[in-house]
């Protein structure tokens, strides 16, 4: 009963996304306030149904319900409570329902948030959020029911992918989907301020916050599944350039140029129509995105289970919501007008060539990602990109973008005047490379003129980005939230750059192959294995393999790699053992049964790697602190003044 | 309006004429449809679990019908499809293989001991190689096979009362009742 329950509660939520579509963008067109005012009211609804919805998918996933055929194809009777739960988004079905209601619950926040906005914005705002919200349903409704039911119920279910049984894994999906699905708030903001003709700095100052949070959720969701393909696909790999990975990548490099930009256009007024440009293409990557994980165009590692109807509406839906706003901008975007000028080294270029960069970046991402598809339509000949591609053109546009930084953060509004900064420039830049020379030298040894290039940039970027705060420390001036922000973002940038740098260029690995007893030397380190034993998991059996590590004789630490063989799906999965020490990981994974107690093993020592996940977690703190800078609440509530003061004349 | 604000909806345009092909062209991945349906099944030869020193394999089965059951006591929904294969056995319009498959010999005879016997032959994959020539994801799997050793259907989990009579017996010929087979020794 509860599952048809569930059903029903979707098909309420797609009525009601349609009433918040229709009142949202009809009720401000045709100037009916009450259509206006009844936007709201579509939005509570929805979102109370769809997280009924929810609920009622999640309860069926705790008490075994194996007459729904997405709990029997996604769960068993021996998975542990909390991957029960995390089964929800484990699968096609669910996931959607899972941006269906992070979509919902973005759209309740705006709608909350948004009191304070002119009321016809608001709506307006709210009734494009509508119209993606009736897309998904209408998506979920018609090819992926996830409350479709098993007649008759299965006894047991056939369990959740083994590589999703782990805790990285588990929080990854929500975590990135609430980035992906905030980029729909900068997009329907972008999409209000057309439809109304409005785009003056309020428009960025609203906008802002809502980008900047998206931003940082993607930031932390691509960083948390970065850190579990490292720790548990046994080749000790963090990025691989696959094209699920790519999707997630390049709606967050668009999204980074467009908190740049949204910057701009609300200090100076210029940008205006670049920057709507950047919200649109922000979430049309995003829904590129799912269409290229869900369409089974692409083959990937993460892909779901694919089928070509689905592709064949997410497309449809793409271009309609696409389509609809890009053709909005060619008619709405030239009525647009900055007159003010900037200097060529003032701040305005460098935020400009920031935002080149980085979307020439995000195009050679997609352009390497959508190759082999291309090739394959057009050729007819089958094509793999891969690193060899993707590294060296990403480089090319990421290094001029990391130099640039260094030097732009000191540059004015306005008026180009570098020289009263050239001497912190100029010393903080011969420090960096003293520095860098130093690591590559002292600590690593060999010679790398890449590392020395990003050690040297990495710190470059953190002294440079340290001396403006401090100098206004030195002079007792306050330090904003947004400029303290700021700052960490850009220093967990600098912070990635230099673990992306050590561990780049200075891994060790070695596959080999041991017996009891026998030990084999990766970079410094010695790996003994000691033996193996089975152990017993709740839903797997393992084989277990103490390996101790030791440097110079003297032991280091003992670490234990698995290989888990899921009863069910027959499945294994491998869990490294890894000792982190000074921030190098020292890294084992089991590899294969040789026969007679030889195991193969592969060892790796990863220096820095630590820093790679400190680095974006900075950089998503950074964008927490400064969407929580007193200019957005002293904004709202001056608004909310001003509101009331414009009521009360009108009485 | 200016043209070159007209620029993004053209690079748009043709990217989703792009993707339209794409779908158009690539293959069903993921469709519950295996590639090997309408081709020769692989080859394969097999240990006959009662008597290990005999072996079956898919050169003995030519010329008659079969179904290949990928099954091991470790799995919890064979035990559910266990009553249909039971069933369907009694029927005996086409003889079902069973592939005991990474599983122990002695467990397997037990659970059949107590839950009966639905096989007119079973073979043991102890090394799973079997499965993965067949691209088997999860037990339980099976395959429907012609005369020619051609696999007519494959049915990707647990084989209900209905789908035994719309996707295997619609498909056998009624007449096929076939001696059942007989292993050959290795």
């Keep these: ?651 | 309006m200016k043209p070159r604000f007209l620029v993004p909806l053209g690079v748009f345009a043709v990217l989703v004429v792009v993707l339209f092909v794409g779908i158009n062209h690539s293959r069903e991945v993921g469709v519950l449809q295996s590639p090997l349906v309408g081709h020769q099944i692989p080859d394969w030869e097999l240990p006959v679990l009662t008597d290990p020193a005999k072996s079956l394999g898919s050169r003995e089965l030519k010329g008659q019908w079969y179904v290949l059951n990928f099954w091991g006591t470790w799995c919890y929904a064979c035990r559910a499809e266990h009553p249909i294969l039971l069933q369907a056995q009694r029927d005996a319009r086409v003889q079902i293989i069973g592939v005991d498959w990474k599983d122990e010999n002695d467990l397997a005879l037990e659970f059949l001991a107590k839950l009966g016997n639905p096989y007119s032959l079973i073979v043991s994959d102890h090394t799973g190689n079997t499965a993965i020539d067949l691209g088997v994801a999860a037990a339980p799997e099976s395959f429907l096979v012609n005369p020619e050793g051609v696999i007519v259907y494959k049915e990707p989990g647990v084989i209900t009362a209905e789908t035994w009579k719309r996707e295997f017996l619609s498909r056998v010929p009624p007449q096929s009742s076939a001696p059942a087979a007989t292993p050959g020794a290795s």
């Design chain 1, 1 to 651: 009963m509860l599952p048809e329950l569930g059903h029903f509660a979707l098909v309420l939520a797609l009525l009601l996304a349609g009433l918040q579509a229709f009142f949202g963008i009809a009720g401000p067109a045709f100037g009916r306030d009450r259509w206006v005012a009844a936007t709201t009211a579509a939005v509570a609804g929805q979102f109370v149904m769809v997280a009924t919805a929810v609920g009622i998918l999640v309860y069926a996933f705790v008490n075994f319900d194996f007459s729904v055929l997405y709990v029997a194809e996604n769960s068993n009777s021996a998975l542990p409570l909390m991957y029960r739960i995390a089964a929800l988004w484990g699968a096609h079905e669910g996931s959607l329902l899972l941006w269906i209601f992070l979509l919902a619950v973005w759209t309740l926040a705006v709608a909350i948030v948004s009191r304070n906005l002119p009321e016809r914005f608001a709506a307006r705002v709210l009734g494009v959020l509508g119209v993606l919200s009736f897309g998904f349903l209408l998506f979920t409704l018609a090819t992926s029911d996830p409350f479709h039911r098993l007649i008759p119920a299965a006894p047991d279910g056939h369990d959740l992918n083994p590589l999703l049984q782990d805790p990285g894994l588990a929080v990854h999906p929500p975590v990135l989907y609430t980035g992906y699905v905030g980029l729909a708030v900068a997009f329907a903001f972008a999409c209000a301020a057309m439809l109304e003709g409005r785009m003056d700095p309020d428009w960025a100052r609203w906008t802002r916050p809502w980008t900047t949070a998206a931003w940082a959720f993607l930031t932390c969701g691509i960083t948390l599944g970065s850190w579990w393909s490292y720790y548990t696909l046994g080749w000790g790999g963090y990025w691989e350039w696959d094209p699920v990975e790519n999707a997630s990548f390049m709606p967050w490099l668009v999204a980074t140029a467009l908190i740049h930009s949204l910057a701009v256009t609300e200090k100076r007024g210029l940008f205006k129509s670049w920057t709507l440009l950047l919200a649109i293409l922000g979430f049309s990557l995003s829904l590129l995105g799912t269409f290229l994980v869900r369409s089974g165009v692409l083959v990937s590692v993460h892909s779901f289970a694919a089928d070509p109807s689905r592709g064949r509406f997410i497309l449809a839906f793409l271009g309609l919501v696409i389509g609809g706003a890009l053709t909005l901008y060619a008619w709405r975007a030239p009525l647009l007008k900055s007159n003010a000028g900037f200097d060529l080294l003032s701040r305005e270029s460098f935020l400009l060539f920031n935002n080149i960069l980085l979307v020439v970046a995000a195009a050679t991402v997609l352009g390497g990602t959508l190759a082999p598809l291309i090739a394959d339509t057009v050729g007819q000949t089958s094509l793999s990109v891969g690193a060899p591609y993707f590294r060296p053109t990403f480089l090319l546009a990421v290094i001029p973008l990391m130099l640039l930084l260094s030097v732009g953060v000191h540059a004015n509004w306005k008026r180009g005047r570098l020289e009263a900064d050239a001497w912190p420039l100029l010393v903080t830049l011969g420090v960096a490379l003293v520095f860098g020379a130093a690591i590559v030298f002292g600590a690593f040894g060999g010679k790398h003129a890449l590392a020395i290039t990003g050690f040297g940039i990495g710190s470059w970027i953190i002294l440079s980005s340290l001396v403006d705060p401090l100098d206004r420390l030195r002079r007792h001036l306050s330090l904003s939230r947004a400029v303290i922000g700021m700052t960490l973002a850009h220093i967990g940038l600098a912070v990635a750059v230099l673990a992306l740098t050590g561990v780049e260029s200075y891994t060790s690995e070695r596959d080999i192959a041991l017996a009891p007893g026998a030990s084999a030397e990766v970079g410094g380190y010695a790996f003994r294995l000691l033996g193996t034993q089975p152990v017993e998991g709740p839903n797997y059996s393992a084989t277990r393999a103490t390996v101790s590590v030791s440097r110079d004789g003297r032991l280091i630490t003992t670490l234990y790699p698995e290989v888990r063989q899921f009863w069910v799906q027959q499945q294994t999965r491998k869990v490294a053992g890894i000792y982190n020490r000074y921030g190098t990981d020292l890294f084992i994974a089991l590899g294969d049964d040789l026969g007679a107690g030889r195991w193969s093993l592969r060892a790796q020592i990863r220096p820095l790697i630590t820093l790679l996940w400190l680095g974006p977690l900075l950089m998503a703190l950074g964008g927490a602190l400064a969407l929580s800078d007193r200019r957005y609440r002293l904004a709202r509530a001056s608004e909310r003044e001003a509101l009331v003061g414009a009521r009360g004349e009108a009485h």
